[in-house]
């Protein structure tokens, strides 16, 4: 088990290769979301366990939508179903949930069990972001919109940081992908500046602690420069 020091606060995680994994087992896609919620679930734990501050979770993207029905009712009633056991968990877990992106589509009654869910454990420190009808761009542009409402005409990176879904939190030093992927998929465009990508073919269903294990290490083996030199004070460290 690997422990994480100030240099690793963040991991944000895209969870792809449910539906391979279900389909390679002869199964419907949705199988493989199920098993996905699992993995989430031990991969939080273990994230809060070895000392992170902060995981976010890529659970369903803008372009999502265009899946079948019947995937995306799943992965909504998937959804209603983890707001359910983690509400009940909430003082054992001792999580903040913050949802991410635009949920004035969902319906109502999400809205409302996630809203629920955000206050009771805002007391919390730990924090688990759930990106959700989530988009990147879409979220820079709400960004600048907001900005232009409270009058604004001339803009700066602080602007923009502090209007963003996620200003609540540090952004992420670690971005895993599963699945085999080698792109971000709109996510997090902005807080992705300066972050480490991590590449795995592990479908998510079969991704593991020592899967997190192996990004963590990964991690540590890079050498995060921000654009400047790494003097050899900072090899030291
Ligand atoms: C990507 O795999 C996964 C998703 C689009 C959804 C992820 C959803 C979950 C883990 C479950 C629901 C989430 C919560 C928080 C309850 P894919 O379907 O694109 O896999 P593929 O690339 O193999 O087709």
Known sequence: ???????????AFIMDGNGRWAQRRGKPREYGHRFGVET???????????????VTVYAFSTENWKRPKREVDTIMMLLD???????????????????????????PKLQERIRQLEELSSQ?????????????????????NR??????????????????????????DLIVRTGGELRLSNFLMWQSAYSELYFTDVLWPDFSTDDVDAAITAFYSRKRRYGGVVTDADESK
């Open 147 to 172: 900005l232009i409402a409270e009058g604004k005409t001339e803009i700066t990176e602080a602007d923009i940081s502090r209007t963003l879904y996620t200003a609540h939190c540090c952004e992420p």
């Open 40 to 54: 989430l679930e031990t991969v939080n734990r273990y994230c809060q366990k070895i000392g992170l501050q902060v």
């Open 1 to 11: 088990m690997v422990q994480v020091d100030e240099r690793l606060k963040h991991i």
């Open 81 to 107: 179903q983890y707001i359910t056991k983690m509400t009940r968990n909430l003082k054992k877990d001792q999580v903040c949930y913050h949802f991410i992106g635009n949920l004035s589509v969902l319906s």
């Open 124 to 144: 919390y420190s730990l924090i688990v972001n759930i990106a959700l009808n989530y988009g990147g761009r879409e979220e820079i542009v709400q960004c600048c």
